[in-house]
């Protein structure tokens, strides 16, 4: 055999292995997938009681803490500062969501007049369940109290301000 003969049978070869290869390729080929969703009612908060420090003296000497439980219970600790009996109330607020859905919350206590110090809310506290997880009704109320410092240089006049609640889905 030739070297002629050799590379046309070589060349014969490389345009039928092309002509398979294009036979193999060749046609269309489909697959499919299964697609799913699952839409959640959107989350409410609703605010059914303000949160109610009432009335406290002022101390002399040093600072006091005016701390509040999520019941409504206040005390006064730490210097000469105290509570006069008045109207106390925690905040509460009603979640509405999904049933079985978990949720994280994060809040703020801010005054809008300066002169409390160290003004915290108050750890919520869930009146069924656990804080973070909504049962199957679907809907918890949650309770918070809060906190803050009085000095003797507080100015003595009403304070009002805000307890803001965030709820997020997890």
Do not use: W
Not at 124 to 132: C, D, E, I, R, S
Not at 158 to 168: F, K, M, N, P
């Amino acid at each position: 055999m030739s070297i002629r003969h050799i590379v046309l049978a070589a060349g014969a070869a490389l345009a039928l292995c092309g002509l398979a290869t294009s036979a193999f390729a060749s046609g269309t080929a489909n697959a499919t997938a299964n697609a799913s969703v699952t839409v959640l009612s959107p989350t409410t908060i609703t605010k059914t009681q303000d949160l109610v420090f009432g009335t406290v003296i002022r101390p002399t000497t040093t600072n006091t803490t005016i701390a509040m439980d999520a019941n409504g219970n206040v005390t006064a600790t730490g210097g000469n500062g105290s509570i006069v009996s008045s109207t106390t109330s925690a905040a509460k607020f009603n979640i509405t969501v999904q049933a079985a859905t978990t949720y994280t919350l994060a809040s703020t206590l801010t005054f809008a007049q300066s002169g409390l110090i160290n003004v915290a809310p108050g750890a919520p506290v869930a009146t069924t369940g656990a804080v973070g997880t909504i049962a199957a009704a679907g809907t918890q109320e949650i309770r918070y109290g809060g906190q803050f410092d009085v000095t003797p240089a507080t100015t003595a006049q009403a304070y009002t301000g805000t307890l803001s609640v965030t709820v997020t889905y997890n």
